[in-house]
């Protein structure tokens, strides 16, 4: 089996060195950059399992880099962790609104950073994640929204839509229990794994970004208002 790999987009070489060092030793294939531009290049050039991508970095930022990579066509769809000093919780939508998987803040623990990025990779293959096993390998609904489970592709009014691997799993959980309310708690339970650190504020956050992507078939994800979310029956 080829080793993960894994890109780590980050200016400090101290952090480089250690970083490296960590996902080395776990059977990792590491490529590091220095900047943005250096890390779009590398993508451009070869495909990565994951990235790390720092916030402040010299000339092209890591928002700008992640926005970037998910308007693209080959690596849209690769996770992608933020890493930054920047923890507040504005700061941590903004770049989940930007399309990152997950976001760390400096001082952080490698071991814990190397278990978020196993997360993401579980959730990143066929049948990876905490979402309940389903035979479903398509689902057709109104506004012409269709979900490949098996291929991980979503096409609305037929356009590709694309998705962050965060918000596929989240349109996953509700459109495979159409009429079923899901908690906030329950898509990070579900989605992410019991016990992450993160905000109910987050999924609000990432909703808004999976309605503005699907357009006219957004209105297929209904709130319930102090309760959570549920995907619209088939009338």
């Not at 590491?30 to 900047?35: G, I, K, L, M, R």
């Not at 495979?176 to 109910?200: A, N």
């Not at 987050?202 to 909703?207: L, N, P, S």
């Not at 999976?210 to 619209?232: N, P």
Request: proline content about 3%; overall charge negative; hydrophobic content about 35%.
């Amino acid at each position: 089996m080829p080793k993960p790999s894994i890109l780590i987009i980050e200016d400090d070489e101290d952090i480089q060195r250690l970083l490296s060092y960590q996902f080395i030793k776990n059977g990792f294939s590491v490529t590091c950059a220095d900047s943005g531009e250096e890390g779009l290049e590398a993508l451009s050039q070869e495909r990565f399992d994951c990235l790390i991508l720092d916030i402040m970095l010299p000339g092209m930022d890591g928002l700008d880099v992640c926005s970037r990579i998910r308007q693209g066509s080959e690596n849209h769809s690769m996770p992608i962790i933020m890493l930054t000093a920047k923890g507040e919780e504005q700061d941590i939508i903004t770049g989940l609104d930007t399309g990152a998987d997950d976001y760390v803040t400096k001082p952080f623990s490698p071991k814990v950073l190397l278990a978020r990025v196993n997360v993401l990779l579980r959730r990143s293959q066929i049948g990876g994640g905490g979402i309940e096993e389903s035979n479903m390998e398509k689902f057709d609904a109104a506004e012409g929204l269709e979900i490949d489970f098996e291929c991980f592709s979503v096409t609305a009014d037929n356009k590709p839509v694309s998705l962050t691997m965060s918000e596929f799993k989240i349109l996953s959980l509700l459109a495979k229990k159409p009429g079923r309310v899901f908690s906030r708690q329950q898509i990070i339970d579900e989605v992410m794994g019991q016990g992450y650190t993160v905000t109910s504020r987050t999924v609000d956050v990432q909703i808004h970004g999976l309605r503005k992507k699907l357009g006219a078939a957004g209105s297929l994800i209904e709130t319930v208002r102090g309760v959570g979310y549920r995907f619209k029956r088939k009338e």
